[in-house]
């Protein structure tokens, strides 16, 4: 009787912790607003669930507070369906609100009976959503799973780590499906490392028998994460900084410095061996990539002074095609998906041509192609566009996102920043209207300077845990912008037509669309402004509805 008893405790706890939809509590910071966690309340909300084929629901959140707010709606309702924003004041803003009456928009000032009308009509924007027109199909978003990410976790009570499982990978979260690993170390561990630094000049990598302890600790968080959250499948995207320093012509972890060509063998070598001893702790690897950002060691050295590896796309082509490739499709592991490049967008498309002109039938190793977003403010989509046309039968996903890596950013976090959370929602939307089939940010979680790791490589992440107290942790904005894409269009989603009578130099309104596996749509809309915006749209097999969307917000309209 006993154990029942310990037993019916564990499960109620268990059922506390997936409990149904909490609210957000809002905190506001010198940069905006965090919802904040603890182990007694973290925020979460259920799936939404369509009743019947007239329905609308919508999740908002906004620039004043809005964190996954629900409104519901119909296609049968006659009137305009209004998302109410939360009301906030900025302290150097003496307005006490912006008010919306018959389509115009007032500022209402402390203390005056009048209205002050802003130089602007509310907007309407017609938006035609069109089933019929379908293109690519989504696979994976999440986010990585560093040394720097794992050690910050451990030092927490159980409680709080399971709020941030279940905040990033269950369903009642933001349901990531999928991390990104390394393969030995990253620019974000406490130190470099790799596997098989000892003994040098090693090709039959015979210390190369076991997982590190670093890798060890890091599955059993992951075991955690998929029963707190009951995942049935976590699909791992592992790839490779650097080799051990004897492996490389600098023999150093940085700096100017590619493979030795005699080790290109045990290269491929080491990706297999570390594929089969996580299968063996039953983490199988779901995709690798041919090596994080190939250019850090060849012209990025300059500063870049975290672990790289060099390659050019000729040196690349020659490991992957005589290498990389036979070794992984003749194991027992063949159908792990093999991704190339994982560098920046302005490597695309001509990295690949590159490749080809080295070895012709190189890519026919490579399921896939992976982009980093650091420079996409320069460099535009239609290099992907470019990329998706000479090779359509490949996915595309971007595998690493953060801000707070370039000089004239701020290194680490800005709490709260609802511009860094745009500037996700820009880029999510972008890439996604791209042929884009997912998504990997960089660290699921940081510290309040943005590490810890070892080169002081600060940067922001969409949620940060208080390790002074290591009592609570701060959703951002940017958890929130992910989360709009991420929670909502599951794996096996189509993106679909949507298109608006706005010119993309002058629009307001970002839209983009897909059809989820039951058939239902999901529609990801951002407000850019600092005014409201009316909604008229179309869907060609469902009908119309109208909504008005406040200032400065992110939506995801569901229905049938």
């Not at 989504?138 to 990585?144: D, E, H, M, W």
């Not at 269950?170 to 630094?197: C, T, V």
Request: proline share 4%.
């Amino acid at each position: 009787m006993k154990v029942f008893w310990l037993c019916f405790f564990a499960l109620a706890c268990l059922d506390a912790l997936i409990a149904v939809s909490t609210d957000c509590q809002l905190r506001e910071t010198k940069h905006g607003s965090v919802c904040v966690c603890n182990s007694r309340h973290c925020d979460y909300l259920e799936p939404p669930l369509l009743n019947d084929n007239s329905q609308i629901v919508l999740i908002s959140s906004s620039k004043n507070g809005l964190r996954f707010k629900r409104t519901d709606g119909s296609f049968l309702q006659k009137s305009i369906l209004e998302v109410q924003d939360r009301q906030s004041i900025d302290e150097n803003f003496k307005a006490d609100s912006i008010v919306v009456e018959e389509n115009r928009a007032w500022l209402q000032f402390a203390n005056i009976p009048q209205k002050f009308v802003l130089n602007a009509n509310i907007k309407t924007v017609q938006l035609t959503v069109d089933r019929d027109k379908r293109y690519q199909s989504i696979t994976n978003f999440g986010g990585a799973f560093t040394g720097s990410v794992s050690h910050i976790l451990q030092q927490l009570p159980e409680e709080l780590q399971d709020h941030i499982y279940k905040s990033y990978f269950h369903a009642e979260g933001i349901a990531y499906n999928s991390i990104r690993m390394s393969i030995g170390g990253s620019d974000f561990d406490l130190q470099p490392w790799a596997y098989n630094e000892e003994p040098r000049n090693d090709p039959l990598l015979s210390n190369f028998t076991t997982l590190d302890a670093r890798d060890l600790q890091k599955i059993e968080q992951l075991q955690r994460v998929k029963s707190v959250c009951q995942l049935k499948e976590l699909k791992i995207m592992a790839a490779a900084w650097s080799a051990p320093t004897w492996m490389k012509t600098n023999e150093r972890w940085t700096g100017f410095g590619q493979l030795k060509p005699q080790y290109y063998q045990a290269w491929a070598q080491y990706h297999l061996r570390f594929l089969e001893l996580m299968q063996s702790k039953n983490m199988p690897v779901w995709a690798i990539s041919t090596g994080n950002e190939p250019l850090n060691g060849v012209i990025g050295f300059f500063f870049v002074h975290f672990m790289s590896m060099g390659w050019t796309p000729w040196q690349q082509a020659i490991w992957l095609n005589d290498y990389l490739g036979p070794t992984i499709r003749n194991s027992t592991l063949r159908q792990v998906l093999i991704f190339g490049n994982d560098d920046q967008r302005y490597t695309y498309p001509s990295w690949f041509r590159k490749m080809r002109s080295s070895r012709s039938n190189a890519l026919d190793y490579l399921d896939g192609l992976a982009v980093h977003w650091y420079w996409d403010e320069i460099f535009g989509p239609n290099l992907l566009d470019e990329a998706h046309a000479e090779m359509p039968n490949k996915l595309m996903l971007n595998t690493e996102s953060c801000i707070g890596d370039k000089p004239w950013q701020t290194h680490g976090p800005e709490l709260g920043s609802w511009g860094r959370g745009e500037s996700y929602m820009r880029a999510y939307m972008q890439d996604l209207q791209h042929n884009i089939n997912g998504w990997l940010d960089w660290n699921l979680v940081l510290d309040e300077q943005g590490g810890p790791n070892y080169v002081h490589n600060y940067v922001d992440s969409p949620v940060i845990v208080n390790t002074t107290s290591r009592s609570e942790f701060y959703k951002q904005p940017i958890y929130y912008a992910i989360g709009h894409f991420s929670k909502f269009v599951p794996e096996k989603s189509v993106r679909i037509e949507t298109r608006s009578n706005e010119t993309d130099a002058m629009a307001q309104l970002s839209v983009v669309g897909f059809q989820r596996p039951d058939e239902s749509v999901a529609l990801i809309l951002y407000n850019d402004e600092n005014l409201p915006v009316d909604v008229a749209l179309s869907d060609t097999q469902r009908g119309e509805f109208k909504l008005r969307l406040p200032a400065r917000s992110w939506h995801t309209i569901i229905y049938r």
